[in-house]
Nanobody
Framework: VQLQASGGGLVQAGGSLRLSCAAS????????MGWFRQAPGKEREFVAR????????YYADSVKGRFTISRDNAKNTVYLQMNSLRPDDTAVYYC????????????????WGQGTLVTVSS
């Protein structure tokens, strides 16, 4: 499975961005998908995940109520809608996939995308 993330950029605090992750490869539409992020000098952390059917939504407390994960299996794409962005959301965002369910730690992920940078200015 190959994952291609896009949609990052520079946005002012309070603004919105939508990240996309296109998956390719056998049976990728049946995989659990998710997003992690890594801020400068910090460890990679879990952001959100979604099951292959579009259910099983789970968010980190830090983004709950502001971010929404969704997927379109016809396009083999998962999205992360980010609203009310804050400077501490600045990070490289990584798309993640797993044949079962994306875990909340790096050990629970089998496939990674290349990352897309989100910068939120104050």
């Amino acid at each position: 499975v190959q994952l291609q993330a896009s949609g990052g950029g520079l946005v002012q605090a309070g603004g919105s961005l939508r990240l996309s992750c296109a998956a390719s490869g056998r049976s990728s539409s049946t995989y659990g998908m998710g997003w992690f992020r890594q801020a400068p000098g910090k460890e990679r952390e879990f952001v959100a995940r979604i099951s292959w059917s579009g259910g099983g939504l789970y968010y980190a407390d830090s983004v709950k109520g502001r971010f929404t994960i969704s997927r379109d299996n016809a396009k083999n794409t998962v999205y992360l809608q980010m609203n009310s962005l804050r400077p501490d959301d600045t990070a490289v965002y990584y798309c993640a996939a797993d044949p079962f369910r994306v875990g909340t730690s790096m050990e629970g992920v089998k496939y990674w995308g290349q990352g897309t940078l989100v910068t939120v200015s104050s």
